[in-house]
């Protein structure tokens, strides 16, 4: 096995978490994984009348680092691009912002979930 089919299934993992967690709290998914040629979302949700582009980090529990710290300004350019794709062609631009929700995997399950709404303003 590869070592790209184990980060991948993380990766699926948690943002099923991350999906779960957010459909608890009120929020209505409205898509995932939306992907453009310059960036992707990994979780599109709405809560009211404020779009939330969510960015999923989703490590073990024996990483030594917070998983939010790994949302680099270069990765929040290309989240703030895909964005702005999805939202494109609306008459009325709704409020937005982006969160980053953090997924601590132990074992098998979910350890932890933290959401740090308006994680990041748009850098563009």
Known sequence: MTGAAPRADTGRR??????RFLESRGYRIL?????TPVGEVDLIAQRGDI????EVKCRSVEDE???????????QRRVARAARR???GRRDLPPSRFDVIEVI?????VGDIRHHP???NDPL
Do not use: D
Not at 14 to 19: L, P, T
Not at 31 to 35: D, E, K, L, V, Y
């Open 31 to 35: 898509t995932t994984n939306f992907r």
């Open 118 to 120: 308006a994680a990041f």
């Open 51 to 54: 779009i939330c582009f969510v």
């Open 86 to 88: 999805f939202l494109a």
């Open 105 to 109: 995997l132990r074992g098998r399950g």
């Open 65 to 75: 680092y917070a998983p939010q710290l790994t949302v680099t300004p270069t990765k």
């Open 14 to 19: 948690g943002e099923a978490a991350a999906r």
